[in-house]
């Protein structure tokens, strides 16, 4: 008789054939070819790999803006040299700040992403909240004292190294490793181009259309030197910023730079900071290693002798490189005194005058009102807010050194962080630092990567990290690494 066609001759049936178990004598373990189980496997693999290069697409998009915007800012000069900026700004009717202005909106739209992208925690809600609403208050102090123009020309200077900061932040590790390249070459090209300028010599780059008083300055007999940035304060001030970073992850435990473009940068910030004779750049390289190094808690004893042996190191180059170029004059110090006595004491309002009531917004080409020179960033809050603002920013920053101080004992990324902070305080005593867009965005690349860094102190105590930054608290994908 032949077989019963509903039951095999031998063997199981066919549904318990395709799952046999192997140890057992049967085939392979196969997935039934008809089983649902395989089709959500399939579609979210299929979503996890379109969501993983959705977002490496926007990585990459997002580097080439940044990349952009660090030309723009750092490297003005050489973009003038080369005829960029002649060209964009005929084509724009003689606008030849429109580079500057796209730069600008490019930090916007990037800053857009990121807020869409991250998530945000309620602190850091309330802040923006607090922020904006200040800003927008005191804005209208400005328009109705020296107009719209000037005033938001001094909001883009107050919010542009605050949209950095946000959009470095929600960067990947990786990323803001690629940030920071970018930078070391565009310190390169600036101390090639400030050898270059030094050997060509002032009065001839002056006849090739260099501007005196601005691009071509002395200090003394002693030749300032722009490099590619518009002139040698902007220089110095970059110099001095890439350097602190290089130098705070010479301190930090386990983030010992080890690219050779990073040490390339390293020098040529050196080089620049002794060429262009800034003593604000000199003032924020030592302040903020002298200041991680005495507050930094993360090291034993051995490592704090070796830092202390770095920063003094450093200390010591700094002086040495403003000697040799003949920079250690202290007079323009002495002249600052009087202006911000004069300042302070000139019938400033409770309130102060305004979003871009003083400083670079008086220089701009929209200004309304006479231009005002305070070289100090406290200064300037306390002129433009009011002399309560200023007291609370001076509050702000003690308060900040002393609770990073505490926090260094159990994370390590803090060191870069102190350094900083500490180097800005000081450097904001006789510079407005905050309005260099390009030494801003310099250094919140190096406290985004200092975030990346901020692991436990190994030894240390263990305590919870309470801060949360966009896109540091997503879900990791599969073949994802966290940073």
Sequence with gaps: MSPDPATPASGPPASEAATSDPAAGGPPAVRPADGPPAVPAQVGAAAVRAGTSARDRRGRATLVALGYVLVVL????????????????????????????SATAVVCVLFALACWHGRWS??????????LLVLTVWSLIGVAHHGLAQTLVGVRLTLVPLLLLVVLTALRRDQLETVLTMLSWLLVANAVAAVGELLVGPARLV????????AVRYIGDTFRVPGLTEFNG??????????????????????RPTRRTWHAGGVAAVLCLALSTSRSGALLVVAGVLGAVLLDRSGGAAGRRRARLVGLGVVGCVAVGF????????????????????LLGGGVPPWGL?????????????????????????????????????????????????????????????????????????????????????????????????????GPVPGGPVRPSLTRWPGLDRPVAPGERRD
């Design 122 to 131: 309620r602190a850091q809600l309330r802040a923006a909240g607090a922020v």
């Design 207 to 214: 006849r090739w259309g260099f501007e005196e008083d601005r």
């Design 323 to 342: 000697v040799a170029v003949g920079a250690t004059g202290a007079r323009s110090l002495f002249e600052r005194f009087d202006v911000w006595a004069g």
């Design 234 to 255: 902007e220089l110095g001030i970059l110099a001095g910023a890439f350097l602190l970073g290089y130098v705070a992850l010479w301190l930090t435990r386990d983030a």
């Design 74 to 101: 750092n490297a003005p000069l050489g973009l003038w040299m080369i005829g960029l900026e002649g060209l964009v700004g005929a084509a724009f009717g003689g606008r030849e700040y429109v580079l500057s202005v």
């Design 354 to 454: 305004g979003v871009g009531g003083v400083g670079a917004a008086t220089t701009s080409r929209v200004t309304s009102s006479a231009q005002v020179f305070v070289d100090n960033q406290f200064v300037s809050v306390g002129l433009q807010y009011g002399l309560w603002a200023m007291v609370v920013l001076l509050a702000g920053v003690g308060y900040g050194l002393l609770r990073l101080r505490r926090r260094s004992a159990t994370r390590t990324g803090t060191v870069v962080h102190l350094a900083v902070l500490a180097g800005l305080a000081a450097a904001a005593m006789v510079i407005e630092a905050w309005e260099y867009p390009g030494a801003m965005l310099c250094l919140a690349g190096f406290v985004a990567y200092g975030l990346r860094l901020d």
